[in-house]
């Protein structure tokens, strides 16, 4: 006597059975209840998403987990996401194995302004880096700095010229304390209270480098 599917009568010989039931309604039954849109904080000036930790570039990963925020219960593998939609394989382990569907969910952008952009929007600046020397290398070091500082979670928030060269501002001491020994620069470092945050002294670094 063939099982049938306490729902839809289907046999096995037809359908992969789940418990009392076939493949299809237990699709039914456990993704019924999905919403068609899902909400994502996103940062609208650089459009960095936000995962529970971090902003960050909308990859794979990162969208994997901004849904697991939102989506609980299911194991999740994004498809496809292009800001408007996301395509994503939803799975479920049960007894008698894992249970999939792949659900297209329209996008909707909890617009934010991170606080990297904020920062930046601010002006903030924890570090300035004084290059003084000939014209000539006085460019091509910024340069190397600007490449840099861009490979790296920081930013400069402004270059200005100065008698003999140039100074940058830039927004993140420690990445400047990393820099300058992957260049084996010698700068002589001075510290400026800049304030107190959360009881803490904060200091500006002045990095002054001869070239
Ligand atoms: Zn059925
Ligand atoms: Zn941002």
């Known amino acids: 006597m063939p099982r049938h599917c306490a729902t839809c009568s289907r046999t096995e010989s037809e359908a992969k059975f789940y418990g009392d039931f076939c493949e299809f309604c237990m699709k039914d039954k456990i993704f019924n209840g ?29 969208v994997d987990e901004a849904l697991h925020l939102r989506l609980k219960g299911y194991s999740i593998d994004v498809k496809e996401y ?22 297209s969910l329209k996008v909707l952008q909890d617009k934010v302004v991170c606080g990297d952009c904020y920062k930046r929007a601010s002006g903030y600046w924890e570090a300035c880096i004084q290059l003084r020397g000939g014209e000539a290398r006085v460019a091509k070091t910024a340069e190397r700095i600007e490449k840099y ?21 830039v927004s993140d001491k420690k990445t400047v304390n990393e820099m300058v020994l992957y260049f084996h620069m010698k700068p002589i470092t001075t510290y400026t209270l800049y304030g107190v945050k959360q009881g803490r002294r904060v200091y500006r670094n002045t990095y002054s480098i001869h070239l």
């Open 34 to 62: 999905l919403p068609e849109e899902i909400e994502i904080r996103t940062c609208k000036r650089c459009e960095r998403i936000w995962t529970g930790t971090r902003f960050t570039a909308p990859t794979k990963k990162a």
């Open 82 to 103: 292009n800001g408007d939609t996301v395509t994503v394989e939803l799975g479920k382990d049960l007894k008698d194995g894992t249970i999939t569907t792949e659900k």
């Open 149 to 169: 500082v861009g490979h790296t979670g920081a930013f400069i928030t402004k270059s200005e010229n100065a008698p003999n060269g140039i100074d940058i501002y």
